[in-house]
């Protein structure tokens, strides 16, 4: 097997609040990934006293380990578990009902000598590349069927965040597990995964530099650093050209990516 690992801040002067890991036990009969996008709220009051990297280190952290140790339960079911055990470890200091709480969207992936199961939660990405060289994108597409308009300022956004008819992301509730995108691909069918916060899949999202086989064609060739070198490259250029395009210049951006 082979996995990389990289991430780049959106700002320097400030620590990046994704979250990655991959994990490659000694026997080589399986392993998972784990990587989560901190959601950044707006300057004012959160309800926290913890910085959105302390909550994704901790639920990070809490995903690899179940992920690793827990093959009787379910991807949904240990992110629920991770999710309850991170908010135990600040419901005596924090406001965890408030809806600018730490938060963060998911990827996982865990595999064995038979099958690949997968678990998506907002608008992080996981691609699974066949062995044959079709790349299907996992999605969780929420957040996109939301019209622009609505999500004008982050009271707008917040009046759609964990609800019905919204979007969710993990937080505080571990019930918010059962929204995610789940499934299960057979091993044979899964050459290599990859995993990307929205930061690194401007490449193709935003950039339209490539498609989803090109983007593993690249990280199969080039590694993981390089995907977000040729993202900042993308960034800065468009910047310097008017910056026509919504959103901010640069973004945390982090990549997974693991050969079977």
Same mark, same amino acid.
């Given at each position: ?38 959601? !950044?709220?707006? /300057? ?6 913890? &910085? *959105?990297?302390?909550? $994704?280190? +901790?639920? %990070?952290? =809490? ?105 969710? !992301?993990?937080? /505080? ?6 929204? &995610? *995108?789940?499934?299960? $691909?057979? +091993?044979? %069918?899964? =050459? ?69």
């Amino acid at each position: 097997m082979r996995s990389e690992v990289a991430g780049l801040p959106g700002n320097p002067e400030r620590p990046n609040e994704d979250w990655a890991a991959a994990v490659l036990p000694a026997s080589g009969a399986g392993g998972a990934l784990v990587l989560l996008d901190g959601v !950044t709220p707006p /300057a004012g009051e959160v309800g926290c006293v913890h &910085a *959105v990297p302390w909550f $994704t280190a +901790r639920l %990070g952290g =809490a995903l690899t380990e179940l992920s690793a140790s827990r093959p009787d339960l379910t991807l949904s079911e240990i992110l629920s578990l991770a999710i309850r055990r991170t908010a135990g470890l600040h419901a005596d200091t924090c406001d965890l009902s408030h809806v600018r709480t730490p938060q963060a969207t998911v990827v996982l992936a865990r595999w064995d000598a038979s099958s690949v199961d997968h678990l998506v939660l907002s608008d992080s990405v996981l691609l699974l590349r066949a062995p044959d060289g079709p790349v299907r994108a996992v999605r969780d597409d929420r957040l996109d069927r939301i019209p622009r308009e609505a999500l004008r300022s982050h009271a707008a956004a917040d009046r759609l965040r964990n609800r019905e008819g919204g979007f969710f !992301t993990a937080a /505080a509730d571990p019930s918010v597990a059962e929204r &995610a *995108v789940t499934g299960t $691909t057979p +091993r044979a %069918g899964v =050459a290599a995964l990859a995993a990307l916060t929205d930061g690194a899949s401007r490449w193709v999202e935003r950039f339209g530099a490539g498609d989803w086989t090109e983007c593993a064609e690249l990280l199969a060739r080039e590694g993981a650093s390089a995907l977000l070198r040729r993202v900042r490259a993308l960034e800065t250029a468009d910047a310097a050209a008017g910056g026509g395009r919504r959103g901010k210049v640069h973004d945390d951006a982090t990549c997974v990516y693991v050969e079977l």
